[in-house]
């Protein structure tokens, strides 16, 4: 089993910078691919970023391209976001996930992921 859990949320003025934090734990922890992940008010989850474990290719969705950054520490078992010029259409709940199984990079897939965290708000005040 595996325990994801986020930190780093909160409330920050549009054009601001937050970092968010998931910390792994559990078993030994050698996952695939790490995911962040979002839902806003009304919408469905949706991808943010991803990043394999082992290469550390990563992916960005289109939204956040240029302005979120995805690193992993693999010493502390974390994958981090760091999200600069922040927007009111961030504003949502943040979740991290990890992907044990190395049958493929599926990045963007929220069923490909096997481990979720609770999640970590994140507002983005006008």
């Known amino acids: 089993q595996v325990q994801l859990v986020e930190s780093g949320g909160g409330l920050v003025q549009a054009g601001g910078s937050l970092r968010l934090s998931c910390a792994a734990s559990?078993?030994?922890?050698?996952?695939?691919?790490m995911g962040w992940f979002r839902q806003g008010p009304g919408k469905e989850r949706e991808f943010v970023a991803a990043?394999?474990?082992?290469?550390?290719?990563?992916l960005y969705a289109d939204s956040v391209k240029g302005r979120f950054t995805i690193s992993r520490d693999n010493a502390k078992n974390t994958v981090y976001l760091q999200m600069t010029t922040l927007k009111a259409e961030d504003t949502a709940v943040y979740y991290c996930?990890?992907?044990?199984?190395?049958?493929?990079?599926?990045?963007?897939?929220?069923?490909?992921?096997?481990?979720w965290g609770q999640g970590t708000q994140v507002t983005v005040s006008l």
């Open positions: 990043i394999h474990w082992s290469t550390d290719t990563t």
């Open positions: 559990g078993r030994t922890f050698r996952p695939y691919s």
């Open positions: 996930a990890s992907r044990l199984s190395r049958a493929g990079w599926l990045p963007s897939i929220a069923g490909a992921y096997d481990y």
